[in-house]
């Protein structure tokens, strides 16, 4: 496992390759995972082409080696495929690793509208996935609110902040050079992986005024917060929010 790469799976999709770009043109190694290995290869080629001269070490593998590529560990998939992946790739992640799960249970998932959520039994999309990882991965909910089409739009910055929720401080800490790298996003503590219910649910909220406002890149930002924003709290004292 590599502390400086970064494994997308579902990385073919428009969010995972949004992030895939965008770390790449920040100089960070990605490897794109998906079910089909030649899928993922033409993604990371297509990756490298639009990150030009800047780009770091790209590639495309199959999910399972590139689920233990990598210390960090991001799943952009459909809600309805978050189980069945993280059941096929348990295998390849050990100890130490941070999965960041970025699912959204959206109602379109069972062909409703995309602009409503549905209710996860575990209280949200970040703690079902909690459940279903190898003893010693930490989880973390990150990146939800960023729009796929702003994060391809490499001649602008991100305009939203990344509210990163894990049970740990250190683990949220750990994700946040990953949020820096992407240009215009700030990092945002936002406290235990419980809170991802209400951050996953803002995604549904972002959807919906994307629609209403005939827009594409509708984002979040947080006033009264520092510059940079997550490292005023202690420790001990964040893990209990």
Same mark, same amino acid.
């Given at each position: 496992m590599d502390a400086n790469t970064v494994a997308v799976i579902g990385g073919t999709g428009d969010q995972g390759m949004g992030l895939a770009l965008r770390w790449a043109v920040a100089g960070r190694r990605v490897v794109v995972g998906s079910r089909d290995a030649a =899928?993922?290869?033409?993604? %990371?080629?297509?990756?490298? +082409? =639009? %990150? !030009? /001269?800047s780009a770091a070490a790209v590639s495309g593998r199959g999910n399972l080696e590139a689920a233990a590529s990598a210390q960090v560990v991001v799943l952009t998939v459909p809600f309805a495929a978050q189980i069945g992946i993280l059941q096929a790739i348990a295998a390849s992640l050990r100890a130490g690793q941070i999965l960041v799960d970025v699912t959204v249970p959206l109602e379109a998932a069972v062909g409703g509208a995309a602009t409503r959520m549905l209710g996860v039994?575990? &209280? @949200?999309?970040?703690?079902? /996935?909690? &459940?279903? $990882?190898? %003893? &010693? $991965?930490? $989880?973390? /909910?990150?990146?939800h609110n960023v729009s796929a089409y702003a994060l391809g739009q490499l001649a602008h910055p991100i305009d939203c902040d990344v509210l990163v929720c %894990?049970? =740990? @401080? +250190?683990?949220?800490?750990?994700? =946040?050079?990953?949020v820096e790298a992407i240009r215009g996003c700030r990092y945002v503590d936002g406290g235990r992986l419980e809170n991802a219910r209400t951050v996953e649910a803002l995604t549904a909220l972002l959807i919906g005024l994307? $629609? #209403?406002? #005939?827009?594409?890149? /509708? !984002?979040?930002?947080?006033? !009264?917060l520092p510059a940079r924003s997550g490292g005023a709290t202690s420790s001990r004292r964040a893990d209990k929010q």
């Open positions: =899928r993922a290869a033409a993604a %990371a080629q297509a990756i490298c +082409e =639009r %990150a !030009g /001269a039994w575990a &209280g @949200s999309a970040a703690e079902q /996935a909690a &459940g279903h $990882v190898p %003893a &010693g $991965v930490e $989880v973390a /909910a990150a990146f %894990a049970d =740990r @401080s +250190e683990t949220r800490a750990a994700l =946040r050079p990953w994307n $629609v #209403r406002h #005939r827009v594409r890149a /509708a !984002g979040i930002r947080f006033t !009264g």
